[in-house]
């Protein structure tokens, strides 16, 4: 992928997060340009979740900076962050609570409008053309519960997108969902990519999943260890280093021995 201007869109300079006496991710110093598409791997607790949060203004740098779309305001709910796009790690959807695919996806309207406007037509429409990019607007009136959880992922997507986001960031967005239904879901997002042009930050475990997708992987533990095209990255010294022990590497596929199951 060539990017005709490199313009820069996230920007970390020698950053560091955490709380006074725990640094969850340590003297980050990497730039996401426009347009990319990019994966963030790494342990368990290796500082994913907090780069996910520094990246949606919930944290601020312990020391260095942190720059998006060229405003190194540190102010964290600056208006820009309507401009990121976030799929939150799936929760359960309760069966019976009665809220429809329309009225999920409307939800990402309340973020780009300011809490003082109340959603019109104009919103409805880009709702719905949300619910279009992910071939759920057939499903509008549906209780967001009767669907199958791959479903449920296809409309929070809508629901991120409502936004008119400039970026895209997933935190493993295939967690809890079968194996063609985490397949589907991301070639959807690369479809979305290609299709709307989005700059996409892919938080996973899944390495395999992504490795021929990615424009670059960023392998993290606690510091960054790479931010490279997938070849580069996924080379056995490098892996052995950040995964240890719980790092199998078979002919085709890395296997990665991890519980996934202790999310907080």
């Known amino acids: 992928m060539s990017i005709a201007r490199q313009e820069p869109i996230i920007r970390f300079e020698r950053a560091s ?19 990319e ?4 791997i790494g342990p368990n607790g290796s500082g994913k979740t907090t780069l996910c949060r520094a990246v949606l203004g919930l944290m601020a740098p312990l020391e260095g900076h942190l720059h998006i779309f060229d405003c190194a305001c540190e102010e964290l709910r600056c208006h820009h962050r309507a401009k990121i796009g976030y799929l939150p790690q799936k929760g359960v959807v309760d069966r019976n609570f009665p809220v429809t695919v329309l009225e999920t996806v409307m939800m990402g309207r309340y973020g780009a409008l300011g809490l003082f406007r109340r959603p019109g037509i104009k919103d409805r429409e880009i709702a719905m053309d949300a619910l279009a990019h992910v071939a759920m607007d057939g499903h509008k009136d549906t209780a ?6 791959g479903q449920q992922q296809r ?9 008119q986001p400039k970026v895209l960031l997933l935190d493993e967005p295939t967690t809890g969902l079968d194996m063609t239904t ?14 709307l042009n989005l700059t996409i930050l892919l938080i996973t475990h899944d390495i395999n999943m992504i490795r ?6 960023v392998l993290l533990k606690t510091k960054l260890y790479a931010a490279a095209p997938p070849a580069e990255v996924l080379k056995p010294e490098i892996l052995r280093e950040v995964y240890g022990k ?3 590497i078979t002919e085709k596929d890395l296997v990665i021995v991890e519980d996934y ?4």
């Open 17 to 35: 997060f955490g709380f006074p006496g725990v640094i969850a991710l340590q003297d980050i110093s990497l730039t996401i340009h426009a347009g």
């Open 37 to 40: 598409f990019v994966g963030v």
């Open 144 to 149: 967001l519960g009767h669907l199958s959880g």
């Open 155 to 163: 409309v929070f997507i809508a629901r991120a997108l409502a936004q």
């Open 182 to 195: 985490q397949h589907n879901v991301i070639e959807l997002v690369q479809h979305l990519h290609e299709e």
């Open 212 to 217: 021929s997708r990615v424009d670059r992987l």
């Open 246 to 248: 719980d790092l199998v």
């Open 261 to 264: 199951h202790h999310h907080h």
